[in-house]
Nanobody, 121 residues
Framework: QVQLVESGGGLVQAGGSLRLSCAAS????????MGWYRQATGKQRELVAT???????NYADSVKGRFTISRDNAKNTVYLQMNSLKPEDTAVYYC???????????????WGQGTQVTVSS
C-alpha cells in the first residue's frame, strides 16, 4: 500500500507565496513522474506542473514564471513553490505520482487527498 500526503495549503493574499509539499510513503520501490494538479470549483482538474525522476519539468502556461516544481528523491517528496499568487489560482491542489511498488514492481498512478489553496484579492 502506498500513500501521498499533501501539506502547505492555506489562505494568502494576492501577490503572496505558498509552498506545497507531498510525501509518498509505503511499499515504494521507486517513483517515476510526480506532479501537481488543481481543481477549482465548477471546473475540471487541470495540470499545474510535472517533474520526472531526472528533474525535467513541465508547466501549465498559466503558472510559468510563477510556480516552481522540485523533488527530493531520497525523501520521496515533491514540492510546489507558488509565488505571485493570483485569485484565479484558488483551487484544491492534488499531488500525483507514478509509483513502482516493491512487491509487484508494477507502476501505480497515485493521488493525494488534496489541499485547499485560497488567494484573496
Amino acid at each position: 500500500q502506498v500513500q501521498l500526503v499533501e501539506s502547505g495549503g492555506g489562505l494568502v493574499q494576492a501577490g503572496g507565496s505558498l509552498r506545497l509539499s507531498c510525501a509518498a510513503s509505503g511499499s515504494i520501490f521507486s517513483i517515476n513522474a510526480m506532479g501537481w494538479y488543481r481543481q477549482a470549483t465548477g471546473k475540471q482538474r487541470e495540470l499545474v506542473a510535472t517533474i520526472t525522476r531526472g528533474g525535467s519539468t513541465n508547466y501549465a502556461d498559466s503558472v510559468k514564471g510563477r510556480f516552481t516544481i522540485s523533488r527530493d528523491n531520497a525523501k520521496n517528496t515533491v514540492y510546489l513553490q507558488m509565488n505571485s499568487l493570483k485569485p484565479e489560482d484558488t483551487a484544491v491542489y492534488y499531488c500525483n505520482a507514478d509509483i513502482v511498488r516493491t512487491r509487484t514492481l508494477k507502476e501505480l498512478d497515485c493521488w493525494g487527498q488534496g489541499t485547499q489553496v485560497t488567494v484573496s484579492s
